[in-house]
T-cell receptor, first 114, second 113 residues
Framework: GENVEQHPSTLSVQEGDSAVIKCTYS??????FPWYKQELGKRPQLIID?????GEKKDQRIAVTLNKTAKHFSLHITETQPEDSAVYFC?????????????FGSGTQLTVLP | DAGITQSPRYKITETGRQVTLMCHQT?????MFWYRQDLGHGLRLIYY???????DKGEVPDGYVVSRSKTENFPLTLESATRSQTSVYFC????????????FGQGTRLTVV
């Protein structure tokens, strides 16, 4: 996704610490921002999403924040556990000509060290 | 999720051959998608379909053909496989309007030699 940039590409944290992954997008009309988790050799799975009329959403240890003015959104994982180790993808709906498509970031490999 | 399945899970084919990847969903979702996943590129949309007999190009459609004669099936065909099409392919579906709540299949690892 050239129109969705994701950072960092790799992230290592100690168990119990927090992890933050950031994404920026280019289309000011984007109104839906999901996050997917992909464990090694498995399919991506939706873990949390946020719509543009909300600034923050939480679900237990994970939260997503959205800054529409700056066109960036972030995934926050608190009290990280080894099972949080995976690749995380952000996505945003991007207009391409007359079509709108869900465009993914390039992914962040999160490693939680015991 | 058992509701969307892909076959085969692994495939090795030769350059120039035609190969078809199958995708079947049991939820009667309106939307279906094909993505390819390559290191450093995340997931890139190849084609999608909003309903039976309605398909549209995604970000990287060249070299691929799709059809959707039935709501539950969305096959992806590589007409003449090239090495650059070596990738992991994911089929996905969504019941919602647009791209919300997308559920992915298990993936097909395709190697073109």
């Amino acid at each position: 996704g050239e129109n969705v940039e994701q950072h960092p590409s790799t992230l290592s944290v100690q168990e119990g610490d927090s992890a933050v992954i950031k994404c920026t997008y280019s289309d000011s009309a984007s109104n839906y921002f999901p996050w997917y988790k992909q464990e090694l050799g498995k399919r991506p799975q939706l873990i949390i999403d946020i719509r543009s009329n909300v600034g923050e959403k939480k679900d237990q240890r994970i939260a997503v924040t959205l800054n529409k003015t700056a066109k960036h959104f972030s995934l926050h994982i608190t009290e990280t556990q080894p099972e949080d180790s995976a690749v995380y993808f952000c996505a945003a709906i991007i207009s391409s000509g007359s079509a709108r498509q869900l465009t993914f970031g390039s992914g962040t490999q999160l490693t939680v060290l015991p | 999720d058992a509701g969307i399945t892909q076959s085969p899970r692994y495939k090795i084919t030769e350059t120039g051959r035609q190969v078809t990847l199958m995708c079947h969903q049991t939820w009667s979702h309106s939307y279906m998608f094909w993505y390819r996943q390559d290191l450093g590129h995340g997931l890139r949309l190849i084609y999608y379909s909003a309903a039976a007999d309605i398909t549209d190009k995604g970000e990287v459609p060249d070299g691929y053909v799709v059809s959707r004669s039935k709501t539950e099936n969305f096959p992806l065909t590589l007409e003449s496989a090239t090495r650059s099409q070596t990738s992991v392919y994911f089929c996905a579906s969504s019941e919602s309007t647009g791209f919300r709540l997308i559920f992915f299949g298990q993936g097909t690892r395709l190697t073109v030699v």
